[in-house]
């Protein structure tokens, strides 16, 4: 299974980490929205998308990404990383989610987990999260992305 995760990852590493376990699990190439190529993207059997969060939502250059893609058939998932919990009323990855099943991809799957932020006003006490993602987490992504290796149906 050819898999690619395009990951905006631009404050801490806190995302890039979460795609690396993620990419090891499922043999995938990690690149930016800058990086990734749209023949490899067209080739590949499953898409990845991740993103620390911003005010709420995902970074701006992974959504703009993802709206530039022509529409197509194909299967993916979304994760993401936060210094503040997830409402589960609204996730942080619904509105990529939604986006991406509008051009006619299945969404598999999303995670997402505590991170690292010096947003302020937490830079003013040197952050929170500093420790994270930490084993945990990263025991999490693995387990969330050998579960789409395996087709274990939709994934959360």
Avoid: Q
Wanted: with cysteine; aromatic share 8%; proline share 6%.
């Amino acid at each position: 299974m050819k898999t690619v995760i395009v990951c905006a990852s631009v404050s801490h590493g806190n995302t890039r980490r979460i795609a690396e376990v993620v990419a090891e699990v499922l043999g995938a190439r990690v690149v930016s929205p800058e990086e990734a190529d749209p023949l490899e993207l067209a080739d590949a059997d499953l898409l990845g998308f991740g993103s620390g969060v911003f005010y709420g939502r995902l970074h701006p250059h992974l959504t703009d990404f993802a709206k530039a893609l022509p529409d197509r058939r194909g299967r993916a998932f979304v994760f993401a990383t936060s210094g503040l919990p997830e409402l589960r009323p609204t996730p942080f990855t619904r509105r990529l989610v939604g986006l991406l099943e509008g051009k006619g991809f299945v969404v598999e799957g999303t995670f997402s987990c505590r991170a690292f932020d010096t947003w302020t006003p937490f830079k003013l006490v040197g952050g929170i999260n500093k420790h994270r993602p930490d084993a945990g987490d990263l025991a999490a992504a693995r387990a969330f992305a050998e579960r789409l290796r395996d087709g274990a149906g939709p994934v959360s």
